[in-house]
């Protein structure tokens, strides 16, 4: 489990039009104060390594930063930031480096390709838009090489974008950024953020397009690509938790620590502005529901990608319901398949048209029912070694 602690919950100094936390700050659920002693209580019992969230983490004051800080040093030898990045002064690089603190940055590109993320003019937007690029180029400068998150949207990723997207990524990869995420943009019930989405085919030609540019990167990786791959390959020890059966109210990669102290979930299940209290037992309904539910229903039967798959992150959900598979359902059957076809074509043999899956299905199902959620790495792996014993014998 991830630890994202909230010190003042999802404030932030820009307004992204789409953010999936929004409807929490329209529902007056955006928490603006903290309990200092609290929140320290919690992160030192957490007993994981945490990552600094928002909103937007740098609003807390430098020495709020600096005790949370001194405690992932003390306890776990670093800890993880996620910013917008406009806020990074002199002052938190000495703290990044005094804390061996690791950055990234959230940005969705150069210029007006990045205006979605909106700071209340045009013009403010464009100056916050310059400072999170200097504060990228800084940091790798200063070796700290921050990793990218990128949300596509109709602002960046559509064709007539998409090649000055590529150039940003290849200025990225000269400057030393090593890694970079990319989003689908999360469609909340909300007009102007359904107004961004891209359509399937155009996600589809942005990923696309993504894959083939990697391959000529020669520092930055595109870990949605890497996920995948290692998916089909039948290893899903290091895979993030869109692809792991999150369960939406326990969401077992992201425990939040807000700054009252208090425990919440990944802030992707949060819908209508409720955020709800972690639950305190695990279930795995949506995933043997989703499993034994016909496309036409919102289900993933017969999909031969489940297993790696599982109807992606709940919070992209059909209809914002997370018993239904992913709205982007189409985008990521697509890319599967064309990296199912890349695997085959260098020798492979990937999961989805490995005779043993529907063992290793069996196998998470009985888990999911059992109310566990393991790696099916083993089980893979397990399948592998008894179907070639019998093919031995």
């Known amino acids: 489990m991830g630890i994202e602690v909230r010190p003042l919950g999802v404030k932030c100094n820009i307004q992204c039009r789409y953010c999936y936390q929004e409807p929490q700050r329209d529902a007056g659920n955006a928490r603006m104060m903290y309990d200092l002693p609290k929140l320290k209580k919690a ?9 600094l969230f928002g ?9 709020v930063l600096r005790e949370l800080l001194e405690i992932g040093l003390r306890k776990y030898g670093r800890t993880d930031m996620q910013t917008n990045g ?5 002052a938190h690089i000495d703290l990044f480096r005094e804390f061996n603190v690791a950055v990234g940055v959230s940005v969705d590109g150069p210029d007006e390709l990045n205006d979605v993320r909106w700071a209340g003019s045009l013009a403010k937007t464009r100056e916050a838009t310059a400072k999170t690029h200097a504060a990228i180029k800084r940091l790798c400068e200063e070796g700290f090489n921050p990793t990218v998150i990128i949300t596509l949207h109709r602002g960046n990723a559509t064709a007539e974008h998409l090649p000055r997207m590529h150039e940003w990524l290849r200025e990225l990869d000269a400057m030393g950024v090593k890694s970079a995420r990319l989003h689908i943009l999360e469609v909340e019930d909300d007009d102007e953020a359904r107004g961004y989405a891209l359509t399937d085919d155009e996600n589809i030609a942005a990923f696309m397009g993504f894959a083939a540019l990697e391959k000529e990167l020669k520092n930055l990786s595109l870990d949605v690509f890497n996920d995948m791959r290692n998916l089909l390959a039948g290893d899903d020890t290091k895979a993030t938790c869109i692809w792991k059966a999150c369960d939406s109210y326990t969401t077992r990669a992201v425990r939040g620590i807000e700054g009252n102290g208090q425990s919440s979930n990944c802030g992707r299940t949060n819908k209508d502005g409720v955020d709800y209290v972690k639950s305190p037992q695990e279930g795995f309904e949506r995933y043997v529901s989703l499993y034994h539910t016909p496309f036409e229903y919102g289900g993933c039967k017969d999909c031969r990608f489940f297993l790696m798959c599982k109807g992606q992150c ?14 982007d359902c189409r985008v990521w059957f697509t890319m599967y398949e064309t990296l199912e076809q890349e695997a085959l074509a260098e020798g492979q043999t990937p999961l989805s048209l490995d ?6 299905e069996d196998r998470m199902l009985a888990a999911w029912l059992s109310g566990s959620n393991p790696d099916y790495y083993q089980a893979v792996l397990d399948a592998r070694a008894a179907a070639a014993a019998q093919h031995h014998e």
């Open 86 to 90: 406009t806020l990074i002064k002199d």
């Open 43 to 51: 992160v030192e019992e957490a007993g994981r390594a945490f990552t």
């Open 355 to 360: 005779p043993v899956r529907k063992q290793v």
């Open 55 to 63: 909103g937007e983490p740098l609003l807390a004051p430098i020495p």
């Open 314 to 327: 709940p919070g992209t959900a059909i209809d914002g319901d997370w018993r239904n598979r992913t709205r």
